[in-house]
């Protein structure tokens, strides 16, 4: 009996390159598995952490194909960082990103046919005021005492027979 391997891993490179697509914009770094270095870019998207639950998809079954329901759910971070203290900026700037992977996910939400369905759940912002740091993007820009790092994450539920 073959058992199926879970749509995880397919699932996170789906995602990012299908982010990365919607985005299209050079100076955003999005990234599969882990955030890119802040050095590398002022905003970034990266599909990270998975949450995962089996549940029996038959009441009777052989224990193969099709006997459980997997259902995970996809953590997407968007990361915007801003050189000074304007709040309405960096927030404006990291929510366009955050809603460009949700439009990621409406566009195709079978995720090219490696799930059942795909929809974004839920979402939540971080802020963090931090010490500037110097990135290959705001070097020259003048950046402040303070710096504002907005983080959003968006939460994207799967479900597929496995």
Known sequence: MTIPAS????VKAFLAAAIATQVADTTVAVSNGEPPPQNVALDTIFVGDVHRDLLPGAVVGSGGAGWLEER???FVTTQVYRGDADAVTADTRAYLLAFAV??????????GGL???ARP???????EWVPPIQTTRSAGRGVGAKSRVVKI???VLCQVLI
Do not use: C, I, K, M
């Open 72 to 74: 995970y759910t996809v």
């Open 121 to 127: 759940v839920s979402s939540v912002e971080y802020t």
């Open 7 to 10: 749509t995880v891993p397919a």
């Open 115 to 117: 799930v059942q369905e």
């Open 102 to 111: 949700e439009a990621a996910v409406r566009n195709d939400p079978s995720l």
């Open 153 to 155: 994450t968006t939460g």
